[in-house]
């Protein structure tokens, strides 16, 4: 299992940027699939996800601001980020889960100044 995230970088507050992670080794659709985060100081903690049979789930402080997409196909996952916040300056990491395993890319950095 590979996870390769990609599309980090920094942007000014209310802008937008676009995660992309291209997953290898395995098949999409039997995993839950989505991005974690990490800022300075605190716990990774999860950003959005797409459970294997299920619709996607959002953290409560990035509902409305972001949206989470799959392409099977493709064998990416998306993360498009809008209205962001100097608060949502962290790494940012690509996971995948299958019976109760975990895999994490590399993270990309997200940083939002002004």
């Known amino acids: 299992v590979q996870l390769q995230a990609s599309g980090g970088g920094s942007v000014q507050p209310g802008g937008s940027l676009r995660l992309s992670c291209t997953a290898s080794?395995?098949?999409?659709?039997?995993?839950?699939i989505g991005w974690y985060r990490q800022a300075p100081g605190k716990e990774r903690e999860l950003v959005a996800e797409i459970p294997a049979d299920g619709s996607a789930n959002y953290a409560d402080f990035v509902k409305g601001r972001f949206a989470i997409s799959k392409d099977a196909v493709r064998r990416t996952v998306a993360l498009q980020m809008n209205s962001l916040s100097p608060e949502d300056t962290a790494v940012y990491y690509c996971?995948?889960?299958?019976?109760?395993?975990?895999?994490w890319g590399r993270g990309t950095q997200v940083t939002v100044s002004s």
């Open positions: 996971h995948a889960r299958f019976r109760g395993r975990d895999y």
């Open positions: 080794g395995f098949v999409l659709d039997y995993y839950a």
